[in-house]
């Protein structure tokens, strides 16, 4: 066992974001947008073990990042909107300074290169609203929040990963204050290459962790124009591992959860009462070592006020 000292981390981050959409085209608007970064970061930190050594790491880099993306969204009638896009999106490398193992201190620039199609529809005079969206990103250098023992936790790179699935949802107005809202998702985020830093196994095929496969919701709510409102939702949320090993004791698997809310709202107030996790169940959101984690809320009843100022 060590412990920590010496610690400290600053990052400074200076961005710039510019749009240009082409509007000559009576149904066709296609833009380009572009993002520059520029991130400073250092570390300086050192772990104190039991026997008297310490191990130190003093680092520095500056990254500078141009992010640009090419897309087109085409009216195909006045209430069908298709849209594509295509661009590179990066997050910066970095330092684990709860990590001093100078051969898992630092980890990679992640680059990906994502790609989206999809399709809205608004129907009935607005009553009925669509949309789906498909994607596919390809991922080099994919940065993989772990542990690497009890107590070294850290980045690693995955050498390769992909992600593709859709997004889906839906808005029906019933009537003038009633309205049903339905989302779903489908997302397979897998590795490529990786090898683990530390046993040098071969998680190639597996799933990449935190990222659950599916997730829905489906919400009914009734809003009054005086501002009494209600609304009940369930929400579902598919396996998920914590670990890029996909070990049993790490993976959580699908649950459900049922809410509900009543109040009244015009701003700047606002007042309900509400039931979250109707059914109390058990689930994590994070799994550690596969021996603890951090439990999801249990059923939660109360009452909430708020004014805006």
């Given at each position: 066992?060590?412990?920590?000292?010496?610690?400290?981390?600053?990052?400074?981050?200076?961005?710039?974001?510019?749009?240009?959409?082409y509007q000559d085209f009576q149904r066709i608007k296609p833009y380009l947008a572009l993002r520059i970064d520029s991130i400073?970061?250092?570390?300086?930190?050192?772990?104190?073990?039991?026997?008297?050594?310490?191990?130190?790491?003093?680092?520095q880099e500056t990254r500078f990042f141009v992010s640009p993306k090419l897309g087109v969204n085409v009216m195909l009638t006045d209430t069908i909107n298709a849209h594509a896009s295509s661009g590179l999106a990066f997050k910066p490398s970095g330092f684990s300074i709860a990590n001093i193992n100078t051969?898992?201190?630092?980890?990679?620039q992640e680059t990906t290169w994502h790609n989206e199609l999809g399709i809205t529809i608004e129907e009935m005079a607005g009553q009925l609203s669509l949309s789906f969206t498909g994607f596919y990103y390809a991922i080099t250098d994919y940065q993989i929040e772990r542990y690497f023992t009890e107590f070294d936790y850290g980045i690693?790179?995955?050498?390769?990963?992909h992600s593709y699935g859709f997004e889906a949802e839906s808005e029906w107005r019933l009537n003038e204050n009633l309205s049903l809202q339905t989302q779903i998702g489908y997302t397979q985020t897998r590795f490529d290459t990786y090898r683990d830093p530390i046993t040098d196994a071969d998680y190639a095929g597996n799933m990449a962790p935190f990222i659950p496969e599916t997730n829905g919701l489906l919400a009914l709510q009734y809003q009054h124009p005086q501002g009494y409102f209600a609304r009940a939702e369930w929400?579902?949320?598919?396996?998920?591992?914590?670990?890029?090993?996909?070990?049993?004791l790490m993976r959580q698997n699908s649950y459900d959860l049922a809410h509900l809310r009543i109040g009244y709202e015009h701003k700047p107030f606002s007042a309900y009462a509400f039931v979250s996790n109707l059914g109390d169940n058990r689930y994590y959101t994070s799994k550690f070592l596969g021996v603890s984690g951090v439990p999801g809320e249990p059923r939660l009843i109360g009452v909430k006020l708020t004014v805006d100022f």
């Open positions: 066992m060590y412990k920590n000292a010496l610690k400290q981390r600053n990052t400074n981050q200076y961005s710039a974001f510019g749009q240009v959409v400073d970061s250092d570390v300086e930190a050192a772990n104190i073990y039991p026997d008297g050594s310490m191990l130190s790491l003093q680092q051969n898992l201190s630092h980890y990679n690693a790179n995955a050498a390769k990963a929400q579902f949320t598919g396996t998920t591992y914590f670990d890029d090993s996909n070990t049993a």
